[in-house]
């Protein structure tokens, strides 16, 4: 496949719904389906994501979905991966690219602690 052209003209990102959502939906697609990429894969990108889960991260925690419109959240990586290679984004790239997705995820996971040594706080 070659992409002959493309145009867009307005994309919002809501970058409220990277650290939080509704009980009922899900945040951004792109990190159910990275989380559900085989452990290599994740591996790949980062050592510490391979046996890792959406539970393993603070921004997205349990789902009961997996699936969407047929396709699972593994299904639609490897759909996402393919359209990324037809636009240029592959190998170093889409390391990068999903190395930062890591990082937005691990800073869900750290917690800040008063200094009890600092009485100013």
């Given at each position: 496949?070659?992409?002959?052209?493309?145009?867009?003209?307005?994309?919002?990102?809501?970058?409220?719904?990277?650290?939080?959502?509704?009980?009922?939906?899900?945040?951004?697609?792109?990190?159910?389906?990275?989380?559900?990429?085989?452990?290599?894969?994740?591996?790949?990108?980062?050592d510490?994501?391979?046996?890792?889960?959406?539970?393993?991260?603070?921004?997205?925690g349990?789902?009961?979905?997996?699936?969407?419109?047929?396709?699972?959240?593994?299904?639609?990586?490897?759909?996402?991966?393919?359209?990324?290679?037809?636009?240029?984004?592959?190998?170093?790239?889409?390391?990068?690219?999903?190395?930062?997705?890591?990082?937005?995820?691990?800073?869900?996971n750290?917690?800040?602690?008063?200094?009890?040594?600092?009485?100013?706080?």
């Open positions: 496949a070659i992409l002959a052209g493309s145009k867009c003209e307005t994309y919002l990102l809501e970058k409220s719904r990277v650290i939080s959502h509704e009980e009922e939906e899900r945040g951004y697609h792109i990190f159910y389906q990275l989380l559900a990429a085989p452990a290599d894969v994740k591996k790949g990108f980062w510490g994501l391979g046996d890792t889960d959406n539970e393993s991260f603070s921004y997205i349990y789902t009961d979905t997996n699936t969407i419109e047929g396709k699972t959240d593994a299904q639609r990586f490897q759909l996402t991966l393919d359209a990324l290679a037809i636009i240029g984004v592959k190998g170093d790239k889409l390391r990068n690219l999903m190395r930062a997705l890591c990082v937005v995820l691990q800073l869900g750290i917690v800040f602690e008063k200094d009890p040594s600092n009485e100013e706080n």
